[in-house]
């Protein structure tokens, strides 16, 4: 006998480049261990932004209709059997990833490295698991998370971002009275400065080419001093373009008054030359944080790090930081943390979110960081 259908929500819905329709869809009732949610918003990540573009990120190719998003929080309006720990009515944060719980990784405690794990939005595996960017979805109890009291819906959308940086920092081992230098503030960027900052970190500094979010980083207290860069000339030769990225580095740190470099660099951009710079920017026994996803294969000053014991670190989402993200974004030391998001759009106008995060600014020529989408 077939679940009994609910009334139809609407969905923002990827079938192709820049063909994103918002449709009518049916929502069952949650299976065993399930609960449903209706989401009240969404925040559009990177990763959503290249597959509304090309209907792929990297490797992963949409092969079917798939609905977009997974930064999410909302309210339950059902569990299924077998929930003991969730009720109707409690406000959640949806964690995106389903693990494989049989795992060695997951047995580890490094769940985001399970080769079984299935995420909302993502085309890595098939048939795709839809994302948050509809009105109600069911997902596995386990992965959703109630929010204290004092947390809001939209601050809660933050938690996923916000557990990519945390699970940097744990890795990197950040700790209070260290110097952090932070390449590239988007809102991973924004987010690494102000977790820095909470942790008391004795000071923090950021590299950019974009000179409106480098005054908006220092602006609202997430670093103390920034730089402006220009974009890698890509006309000269690699053995040009490391020896630019030392001097240009040297240059940089000098501005700083570090000229022996910083404890961590969060490197939140991925672009080849910042990840070059990067290495350069740490101080001796230092660390490089590899946050940023873009070039896939990267020319690196690789003696440079070792005969200095610069460890770099990768970096692959995050495993077990909602709850400490959800308690963070609630105490109030992530300072401002609510101007990271600049613009607001109902369900049914996604595409023209995505379109204008696509271009980098708003109609007005405004700064665009965390664009949020409201399905209630």
């Given amino acids: 006998m077939s679940p009994i259908a609910l009334p139809s929500h609407e969905a923002a819905v990827l079938y192709g480049p820049k063909d994103l329709r918002v449709e009518n869809r049916t929502v069952f009732p949650p299976g065993y261990g399930q609960v449903q949610v209706a989401i009240t918003c969404t925040g559009l990540c990177g990763s959503d932004v290249h597959y509304y573009q090309h209907a792929r990120n990297g490797d992963f190719a949409v092969q079917a209709p798939m609905v977009l998003g997974h930064e999410a929080a909302g309210c339950i309006t059902a569990v299924g059997p077998g929930v003991k720990n969730l009720q109707p009515g409690q406000r959640v944060a949806i964690e995106a990833g389903i693990m494989c719980k049989n795992c060695t990784y997951c047995a580890q405690g490094r769940y985001n490295l399970c080769k079984g794990m299935r995420f909302c939005s993502s085309a890595k595996t098939f048939p795709h698991l839809d994302g948050t960017l509809q009105g109600r979805m069911n997902h596995p109890a386990h992965v959703v998370h109630p929010l204290p009291d004092s947390c809001s819906y939209e601050s809660a959308a933050l938690a996923e971002p916000l557990g990519v940086v945390i699970h940097a920092s744990r890795r990197a081992q950040l700790a209070a009275g260290q110097t952090v230098l932070v390449f590239g503030v988007g809102a991973i960027g924004i987010l690494a400065c102000a977790l820095a900052k909470s942790m008391d970190a004795k000071r923090i500094v950021a590299i950019d080419l974009n000179q409106a979010r480098l005054d908006f980083a220092k ?7 920034t730089y402006c860069t220009t974009a890698a000339d890509k006309g000269k030769t690699l053995d040009d373009q490391l020896r630019r990225s030392k001097e240009l580095t040297q240059t940089i740190l000098q501005e700083f008054n570090e000229p022996d470099g910083f404890d961590v660099v969060f490197e939140c951009t991925g672009a080849e030359a910042a990840i070059q710079m990067s290495a350069h920017a740490a101080i001796t026994g230092g660390k490089v944080m590899l946050i ?55 369900l049914k106008d996604t595409q023209r979110a995505f379109d204008m995060v696509s271009r980098g600014q708003d109609d007005d020529g405004n700064m665009v960081l965390k664009v949020m989408i409201e399905s209630a």
């Avoid at 602006?219 to 001093?225: E, I, K, L, R």
């Avoid at 995050?318 to 101007?339: D, R, V």
Wanted: with cysteine; net charge positive; glycine share 8%.
């Fill in 292 to 346: 940023g996803m873009g070039s896939r294969n990267v020319m690196l000053p690789l003696s440079t790090a070792a005969t200095r014991e610069v460890d770099i670190l990768g970096s692959f989402r995050y495993a077990n930081t909602y709850p400490s993200a959800l308690s963070l974004l609630a105490s109030g030391k992530l300072k401002n943390i609510e101007k990271l998001i600049t613009h607001r759009f109902p």
């Fill in 219 to 225: 602006a609202n207290g997430f670093c103390q001093q």
